[in-house]
């Protein structure tokens, strides 16, 4: 066994840092970085407007891009290029389909999804990422402030959502057992902007190679 995961996957809900870590943990260890494109799909700006009526539409979008970007993920990446990182995991596509679908539309994704998942390859190792959800949203605005400077435009989910959101996630690794797993409660911690907390948190993911560990640091300031 290597002495750290090849194929570490960033997975939480929205605002809470995946693609942040994900691209530190790819500088830090040398590995490829793989990034969902969430700009790609047609259908994301319609159904910020409209969720009921573009919700199937955004997913199987979804579901077949993600589909398309692991496909991509050969042995060469996986062994030979020092590994990769993700901000991402397929699995994504079901935990958002049970908080966006009807249950029709949820059948019959999941008849897709039951197809395509097993030619799929597994990370080594997910890292989990969770935070209360004000602290979700606090991060959320801010990001959309800082699109909103940039130039671009950005939208705000409702904290309802941001919440239905979170708690799906959090039922779906409840209950995870494809793989090693590390459960991270970032309400407290900025592995962005403060070295010490990034440090910590790069050490016990090059730790966690089995089992489901918990990860829930104090404020350091």
Known sequence: ??????????????????????????????????????????????????????AFQLQLFFLLMRYQQHDSLGQEDLFQRGGVASDFTFARDRILA??????AELALHEKIYAILCPRVPRPDLVVYLQARTDVLLARLKKRAHDAREDGEEAF????????EVARAYRYYFFHYD??????????????????????????????????TQHYIPLAAH
């Open 178 to 211: 494809d793989g090693p797993l590390l459960v991270v409660n970032t309400s407290e911690i900025d592995f962005v902007g403060s070295p010490k907390d990034r440090d910590e948190l790069l050490a016990v993911i090059r730790r966690t190679k089995a089992g």
């Open 98 to 103: 049970t908080v966006n679908l009807t249950p």
């Open 156 to 163: 705000v989910p409702p904290a309802d959502y941001v919440e």
């Open 1 to 54: 066994m290597p002495d750290r995961p090849r194929y570490i996957a960033v997975e939480g809900p929205i605002g809470v840092g995946k693609t942040s870590l994900a691209r530190i943990i790819a500088e830090r260890l040398g590995t490829r970085l793989v990034l969902e494109r969430v700009e790609d799909n047609p259908f994301l700006r319609e159904f910020c407007k409209d969720r009921r009526r573009y």
